[in-house]
């Protein structure tokens, strides 16, 4: 079984705190909303003693660093990378993601980092050019771009959430923002807001959705949705 991952990873101007992931196995239908959740893939407050020896679970990357409510990925300064690995393999078939986040920062509209990933791949704690991990991975990366690269593009509204799936041999274009490689996308504008932000990566029957909660209304709101994606 490959060795799933889930991690974020960043490079940022503006400051990124990851305030929780976890991982929940729903019963037969996806749509229920009793889950079940792995304490071997989660991680919430309080923080103390993430990335330490003793904790077991999760490897801090670069410049990230716990604090009590919340885990930093990068400093509101320019060219930092940070990451969270979960150090547990996953070997659940069908299973749902919650992220808690917040993006933040003094950098001006569209010019701050490059965004953030969660990561489901079999490499882990490699740090590279695709969001603060490496490139040619092995698995799932759903990407929250804050920059866009393509300079002439017109159709899309940043930040804007995507997904790609590879199997080692796909580059990542960041260039062209990963517009070859995507499998699906959103806009979401979750830059310096006051409420929390969620999203929520679901992968059951092997098909891909990713929704978000970002306007403060507690809805979930679709993003992508992808039948047939084999992890």
């Keep these: 079984a490959a060795r799933g991952k889930m991690a974020a ?30 304490r071997e893939h989660s991680l919430s407050k309080p923080y103390q003693g993430v990335g330490s020896a003793s904790s077991g679970l999760w490897d801090l990357l670069g410049n990230a660093m716990v604090m009590t409510q919340f885990i930093r990925l990068t400093p509101d300064v320019q060219s930092k990378q940070g990451a969270v690995w979960n150090r547990v393999p996953c070997y659940l078939r069908d299973w749902e993601m919650q992220v808690h986040f ?33 490139d040619n991975f092995l698995g799932l990366g759903v990407f929250v771009d804050t920059y866009p690269n393509e300079e002439k593009q017109q159709e899309r509204v940043f930040p804007y959430i995507s997904a790609m799936v590879n199997n080692g041999s796909l580059t990542y274009d960041h260039d062209r923002d ?14 310096n807001l006051n409420h929390d932000t969620f999203l929520v990566i679901r992968y059951v029957k092997r098909r891909l959705t990713v929704l978000i909660d970002i306007d403060g209304k507690h809805e979930w709101r679709d993003c992508i949705d992808v039948p047939g994606v084999r992890l």
């Design 9 to 38: 990873a960043g490079r940022w101007r503006a400051g990124l705190a990851l305030l929780a992931v976890a991982l929940g196995l729903g019963g037969p239908r996806a749509e229920q909303t009793e889950e079940h959740l792995k």
């Design 102 to 134: 917040k993006i933040h920062g003094q950098g001006k509209k569209n010019l701050n980092g490059d965004g953030f990933a969660i990561w489901y791949t079999k490499d882990r704690m490699q740090p590279g050019p695709v969001f603060g991990s490496k």
């Design 178 to 191: 990963g517009r070859p490689t995507e499998l699906g996308g959103c806009t979401a504008m979750v830059r």
